[in-house]
């Protein structure tokens, strides 16, 4: 028998060595050294180190399934995140955040291996359609047995009984509910913007209606507002990403279509399966052929009409956000515009005067709880706590600004912002703090709170007063699902596709009419439009 | 003309219709990337203006580049990437190579139900989650063993290897024990060195796989720290593929999109650094295909 003897050179060895070593290491938990900003941890950085199950003493540990609302956000280290330590103190638990992955499939993937391994988390974010199908799973728990207005006292503040049990309930049949709705903010400050100065240049006044909009259109685009000699301006513009039109434009508004889908004489009204839509694409079709609009508007994507505005191309523009205009506020698009031409000045309206260009919202994204983890009761109960904390005024104001004294100063209701230590301490470190901001909208009014920041003018103040004193149509008031063996994807991908192409002339306004004719009667348009029909008389929006 | 000139006349021809051809192809086939890279270094404004579609920029900046390294996390995606595929790809090796040699000797004890096992795993897989329930249950979860050591051995790169193995030749083997030589220094110091062609294959084989690794990246890690860098790409970008009824009803979502040229700088930071290493080892890859066909 030959003897075997094990010689090795030695750098074969080393590397040998260093590989299982590495292994080893990957394998010995995430102890990489963190290269954001901390110096030496006493505690393990994030949230590695704490076993889902088990306690560290007496202590639980919740864990929270959400999601990045900015992608890859990340929580500082525990000394830093001051959210974290006022939980852990107040409720004796060790809080686990697993926040990694933006909303989308691959968060629910992840999610799913994780239930189908029994290692549930505690509380589940979800949005509608999952939660719909994790029901249909049979994989949640009625969560009527923890949620009461006695057991959550702050959230009760910002949602009612009648939307959580009733409205916001995935079968209206039945007393069970599996979800319960994170509040979101009751209107979204929808507003369009002009360009002040082009107008006082042009003489022209800010528009009310229809024809005015397109006349001051026309003005920017070929009467040189910006007085450089270039024909190098638009009226108008939009980022269609290549599908539909959008709801941009005032013609909608102008031809009766009041919001996206919105409930007006106790009718369901869907913006893309109205028949009134043939106008409204014949008067979007006028614009586009008189060259009033941007020419990229159709292809353009996200926020390129937005930086067309900024850039001095484009006078009109529709934002969502309500922070367009805010001159006060340096990252505003108005703010950038003042860099690119000091004589900028946005002024907003509503483009169509006295009539609601949007609906008031609706919440999407719920908490679930799944049957694994609610075997544990006391868990549940403890976890469901925390969340209420959320929304009592100092969870709020936790989640939302910061630490009083620190970031905001207090003086009875009225809350004033300390944008440099916000930004110091927050903005600057990744926006940490977004990642509990899911749980709270920003609406301090719902508590009766008042917060000012004290960079804007008073011109910005009004602007925000008069965006609130818009007109808003009533949204559907419950989320609705398209009925078994409606082909949603489709329906809207033709609708998209028509009013696409008759807007940029390749198909006459009256094909709208044929088209919707189509959809409605041989693609299951009616069936969708009656079920959306009857879910809201069901939940109580309807006669 | 001679007939031996007009013969050569229509060579030349068929040769510059040829090259004219493969030009075009080689063109159409490059293009996309060197369009992504253009895009990537060309200011925003300018994409903006021409509807997202420039050739040749007027100005170029890196800016794009720049907001993507200040981006959260990318450059912490970066080094977990590097970090992964180098020691996995190394462990890839060793674990491949020690398995590969002793199953490719056939006087190996139960070779024939070795080999059996080995090949069953090639046809049937427990799935996902039995798979994942074995990486919790051994404490891998939320670490960066859960991305090298699951993943260790592939069998198909494995009988790739074994039968590069078999076909060495014996007489080396043989020489080498007459000099008294151990099994392991065997492996290291005559085999591998080698079997250079094969070890640069599967080690690109391996270090690309790694380098794109995204499932095992999503639904094992839980630390945003320990993201590799396909998901944080991913992350960012998710965003984009917003379908159009959701993008009316929820306006304010499109606010965080990254623009254009953003989501191209990503691009190229994706795929640059495997771009990089490609020709070093194309040598390698080229002789590899002779796989089978050594000459002593």
């Given at each position: ?8 050179r030695p750098m074969l060895m080393m590397v040998l060595v260093l590989c299982l ?150 079968d209206k049949t039945r007393p069970e509910i599996q979800r319960i709705p994170i ?16 107008l006082d240049t042009l003489g022209l006044k800010v528009p009310t209606n229809l ?333 | ?296």
């Amino acid at each position: 028998m030959r003897k075997v003897m094990i010689t090795v050179r030695p750098m074969l060895m080393m590397v040998l060595v260093l590989c299982l070593a590495a292994v080893l290491l990957g394998g010995c938990g995430g102890n990489k050294d963190n290269s954001s900003n901390t110096t030496s941890n006493a505690t393990q950085g994030g949230t590695d180190g704490r076993q889902a199950s088990g306690s560290d003493g007496e202590r639980l540990t919740i864990e929270i399934f959400s999601y990045s609302p900015i992608a890859n956000a990340s929580l500082p280290p525990d000394q830093e995140d001051f959210v974290r330590q006022t939980i852990e103190n107040k409720f004796n638990v060790n809080l686990k955040m697993t926040y990694n992955m933006v909303e989308g499939n691959d968060r629910y993937n992840k999610l799913n291996v994780r239930l189908a391994s029994n290692d549930s988390p505690d509380i589940v974010i979800s949005g509608g359609l999952k939660a719909l199908e994790y029901k249909n799973n049979n994989v949640l728990i009625d969560l009527n047995e923890f949620v009461s207005p006695e057991t959550m006292p702050n959230y009760f503040k910002w949602v009612t009984p009648e939307l959580v049990f009733k409205r916001f309930s995935m079968d209206k049949t039945r007393p069970e509910i599996q979800r319960i709705p994170i509040p979101v903010v009751k209107v979204t400050p929808v507003s369009w913007y002009i360009r002040q100065d082009w107008l006082d240049t042009l003489g022209l006044k800010v528009p009310t209606n229809l024809e005015e909009f397109m006349k001051v259109a026309y003005e920017f685009t070929y009467s040189d507002p910006d007085r450089n000699g270039k024909k190098d301006t638009y009226g108008f513009s939009v980022s269609a990403n290549g599908q539909g039109v959008t709801f941009d434009w005032p013609q909608w508004m102008a031809h009766g279509i009041e919001g996206a889908l919105y409930i007006k004489d106790n009718k369901v009204v869907h913006y893309q399966m109205d028949y009134r839509a043939e106008h409204v694409l014949r008067d979007i079709n006028r614009m586009v052929k008189d060259g009033t609009v941007d020419p990229d508007w159709f292809l353009q994507k996200g926020q390129a009409h937005i930086d067309k505005a900024v850039q001095g191309k484009v006078g009109i523009i529709r934002d969502y956000t309500g922070k367009f205009g805010l001159e006060g506020d340096p990252a505003s698009p108005a703010s950038r515009s003042k860099q690119v031409n000091p004589n900028a000045k946005w002024t907003a309206f509503n483009a169509i005067e006295g009539v609601p260009g949007w609906q008031d919202n609706l919440p999407s994204m719920s908490y679930v709880v799944t049957k694994v983890a609610g075997k544990n009761k006391e868990k549940i109960q403890k976890a469901l706590q925390i969340i209420d904390f959320f929304y009592s005024e100092e969870g709020f104001l936790l989640a939302r600004y910061g630490k009083e004294g620190v970031h905001y100063t207090r003086n009875g209701n009225k809350i004033t912002l300390n944008p440099d230590n916000i930004k110091r301490d927050i903005l600057d470190k990744n926006y940490w703090l977004s990642i509990y901001q899911v749980f709270v909208p920003e609406d301090p009014e719902v508590l009766g709170l008042e917060v000012i920041d004290p960079r804007l003018t008073d011109r910005d103040r009004e602007m925000l007063q008069k965006i609130k004193s818009y007109p808003i149509s009533q949204s559907i008031g419950t989320n609705v699902a398209p009925p078994p063996g409606v082909d949603l994807v489709a329906q809207s991908k033709l609708e998209n596709e028509t009013m696409a192409k008759i807007a940029l002339g390749e198909l006459p306004p009256e094909a709208w009419k044929t088209t919707l004719d189509k959809i409605m009667n041989e693609m299951g348009g009616k069936e969708l439009l009656d079920s959306y029909t009857e879910q809201a008389r069901a939940a109580g929006m309807i006669k | 003309m001679s007939a031996i000139a007009r013969k050569t006349k229509m060579n030349k021809l068929e040769d510059a219709f040829i090259y004219a051809i493969l030009g075009a192809i080689a063109f159409t086939a490059l293009f996309p990337l060197v369009y992504v890279f253009i895009v990537s270094i060309t200011p925003l404004s300018e994409v903006a203006r021409n509807g997202g579609y420039t050739v040749f920029p007027g100005k170029v900046t890196f800016d794009a580049y720049a907001t993507v390294f200040k981006s959260p996390l990318v450059p912490q995606a970066l080094k977990v990437t590097v970090f992964v595929t180098v020691v996995g790809t190394l462990a890839n090796l060793l674990f491949t190579a020690l398995l590969a040699y002793p199953v490719s000797k056939k006087s190996l004890p139960f070779r024939n139900g070795i080999l059996l096992f080995l090949v069953f795993t090639l046809l049937f897989n427990g799935g996902l989650i039995p798979t994942y329930l074995v990486v919790h249950a051994t404490g891998l979860v939320n670490t960066l063993g859960a991305l090298i050591v699951p993943s260790l051995i592939s069998t198909f790169y494995l009988l790739i290897m074994k039968t590069f193995f078999e076909n060495f030749p014996e007489e080396l083997i043989e020489a080498a024990r007459v000099d008294g030589m151990g099994e392991f220094r065997l492996l290291f110091q005559i085999i591998l060195p080698l079997s250079k062609p094969v070890v640069a294959t599967l080690g690109l084989f391996y270090g690309v796989a790694h380098w794109n690794e995204f499932f095992a990246g999503i639904i094992y890690i839980n630390d945003p720290e320990l993201m590799p860098l396909q998901v944080v790409l991913r992350n960012i970008l998710v965003g984009s593929t917003i379908s159009g009824d959701l993008q009316t009803l929820n306006p304010q979502l499109m606010a965080e999109l990254p623009g254009e040229t953003i989501k191209m700088a990503l691009v190229v930071v994706s795929v640059l650094p495997v771009l990089f290493v490609y020709p070093f080892l194309q040598k390698y890859m080229t002789q590899g295909m002779m796989l089978g066909a050594i000459k002593g």
